[in-house]
């Protein structure tokens, strides 16, 4: 229920315990630029469940990514997946998200001077909030896509063994494997809150590096999937590792919705 | 040097060290994160050195896992040429009541005094073998075997910013206002993170970290200078 602002420009920053702070799903984002012919990986806004109504107040080029938005400018539906071109003082409004959670919204031009930083974290948009964005002289060709994420039926996603998978039980590993998990109400951009449980109750270890996409268990058998806003290193033991591409279609997942593990 | 390559996915792999807590181990995880970082900047996103692993988050548009690997291996020969720069900073903590708000806990658990605590944790030279956490919050070690400490079974609500606190062998600093499971018995008027960028952090991994006591007056006075922009920062390096 909420926008953010993704600035994309933590990258580095990790060894400082800075998080990665990326968008969601990665591949709609990268899309969402490049559908106004922006740099992949240029600022751009995160919709969550529910979008916001914005007054552009000059002329530009947008794009809508990402779980359907049914969006309209000045009520007139528009389409998701191509270059729309906005003149001065028209209104976008994002109703609720379907087939999805998240949507991106990309304008075309230079976000860069509008950032005063006061926080590693990215900026969750209240009422009223203004973003400047310095217009490129020339617009873009317009584009399209026919790419779509909209996840049918049950989603596997692909993952790789974490560096102590070898060291879990081997009824734990099993269970992983089999078992379809739900993402629990507590649920957000640092992680994924997983039920059931696991059985087995397992150790930890000397803290290390950890990326999004890595699955921890904690030692009362928890299982936590870090996300974009996670911590960069824990003591809980790495299961898997999502791959990047999967990492994009877990992006898009709700409290409630259900997803199980195939291993590489 | 003894290291396995483990992959974490299919855009970052974990180079294992000795799986030991050691200052020297630490310091080749923070060599071998600046020699990628800096001779192989269009490949590598980004590193985390942590106590004994250096993971190395890598553009596989760029460079393959396999040919990264090589990279590696050779980066641990190279890594292994150059001197670590070892910074010595002094940081000031107030023990007072008013801050140490769990350093009653902290008696009861160790059966020592007040002053014993602060003269223990103030008299030992730490090393800083991790930044995480929470931006800026350093994992400093080993604390004195007499100071070890359980955490909190529940974690506080709200540990203020420059809170010094401790649990088990290790004791660290709340960089920002957050919840936190560690016992607080101090505070520093220092900003462990003073803007928002790439040079904005007090403490680096690797440091060495000596705490002084300082009493609430003291305290205040730097929290002053610090707001005025006269604090001298050349003061707390060794």
Known sequence: M???LLMQDKIGLQKYGVPVGGPMDAEAAKLANWLVGNKEESPLLEITMQGPTIEFSGSCQIALTGASANATIDSVPIYENETLTIAKSEVLTIGKLTNGSRAYLAVRGDWRHQDQKTSFKNHVLKKEDEITIKATARPIKQRTSTWNDTINGALVVRAVPGP?????????????????????????????????????VITSIISSGVIPGVLQITPQGMPILLMQDGPTTGGYVRALTVLSEDLSKLGQLKPGDQFSFSIL | MEVSLHALGDEALLVQFEKKIDPVINQQVVLLGEYLEHSFSNEVKYVVPAYNSLTVAFDSTKISAG??????????HSAERFEFAERLLYIPVCYDKSFATDLDEVCRQTGLTSTEVVRLHSSNLYTTYMIGFLSGFPYLGQLPKELTTERKSTPALRVPEGAVAIAGSQTGIYPQESPGGWQVIGRTPLPLVYAFDEHSFLFHQGDRIQFYSISKSKFDSIRKSLAKGDFDWESIYG
């Open chain 1, 2 to 4: 909420h926008t953010v």
């Open chain 1, 164 to 200: 102590e998978w070898n060291e879990l039980l081997e009824t734990a590993r099993e269970a992983i494997l089999a078992t379809t998990f739900t993402l629990l109400p507590e649920s957000n951009r640092m992680g994924y809150r997983l039920s059931p449980n696991l059985p087995d």
């Open chain 2, 67 to 76: 040919a990264l690997e090589q990279v590696i291996i050779e980066g641990l």
